[in-house]
């Protein structure tokens, strides 16, 4: 029996763009994603990944389909309790998002506060999940005295505050070095690991994919092309879409 965590089922996004222009940035999309996974949604620029991202805590509202989480259909709730399911799922981000004007430990607080939890017990969370990102001693700086690893470590931390089951990553190591990218996997794979979080993240880069997914969705043009486990569909692509990126080392 399956433990599915995430379905996506035949969602597709259009934006209406000016006039009659209408851009159909995810086609028909389904997928499952199991407790567990890190799952890798991996395509070129413009391919909809980023679309598809945000449909799953809808962000975006799909144009039609629907996101199952645990097995409730996240359009069919009221904001209240849409805000509730969102508990669940912790973002990060390639440009981290993270509030300039606040302290490191404000910023990963921050969450808790919205919840309304108090102060004194915010604060004392917040130093635990720094602790655990590796930032114990950067509690009361502000995000422009961190590096770009340290800045992903705090958004790291803030998204694992209110102790979600799903972490949700839009490339998140892109803008970053190749040596603290492969640190900022490695968190990744030890919170998969430790914490048990299911990882739905979104590259172009066929390495992350390799570092750290166990399962992979190639998608193109808006549509998954192709979709497996990691080592099958790296080592046997069948799609041209994945052959593309597995032969080319992914798109830079
Ligand atoms: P990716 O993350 O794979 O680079 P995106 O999901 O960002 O792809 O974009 C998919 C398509 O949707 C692109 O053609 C993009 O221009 C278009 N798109 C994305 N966001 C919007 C938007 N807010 N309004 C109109 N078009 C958009």
């Known amino acids: 029996m399956s433990d599915s965590i995430i379905v996506i ?30 799952f890798g949604i991996l395509g070129a620029s413009g391919a909809g990944k980023s679309t598809l991202l945000k449909c799953v805590n809808l962000l975006e509202k799909p144009t039609s389909g629907r996101v199952l989480l645990n097995g409730v259909s996240l359009s069919d709730l009221s904001e209240k309790e849409l805000n509730l399911q969102r508990r669940k799922i912790g973002m990060i981000f390639q440009h981290f998002n993270l509030f300039s004007q606040c302290s490191v430990c404000e910023n990963v607080a921050f969450p808790l506060k919205i919840a309304g939890v108090s102060r004194k017990e915010a604060k004392r969370r917040a130093l635990v999940q720094l602790g655990y990102a590796g930032l114990a001693d950067k509690a009361d700086c502000y995000p422009s005295e961190l590096s770009g690893g340290q800045k992903q470590r705090a958004a790291i931390a803030r998204a694992l505050v209110n102790e979600p089951e799903i972490l949700l990553c839009d490339e998140a190591t892109s803008a970053l070095d190749s040596v603290t990218s492969l640190n900022i996997l490695n968190l990744l794979k030890k919170i998969n690991a430790e914490l048990g979080l299911t990882i739905l993240l979104i590259t172009h880069e066929l390495g992350v994919v390799k570092h750290i997914c166990n399962k992979v969705a190639v998608m193109e043009d808006g549509r998954i092309a192709e979709q497996g486990t990691a080592a099958e569909i790296l080592s046997n692509p069948s799609s041209d879409a994945a052959k593309k990126l597995v032969l080319s080392g992914g798109v830079k």
């Open 9 to 38: 089922e035949n969602l597709t996004k259009e934006y209406k763009g000016k006039g009659k222009q209408c851009v159909h940035a995810v086609k028909n999309v389904s997928l499952t994603v199991e407790k567990g996974d890190v």
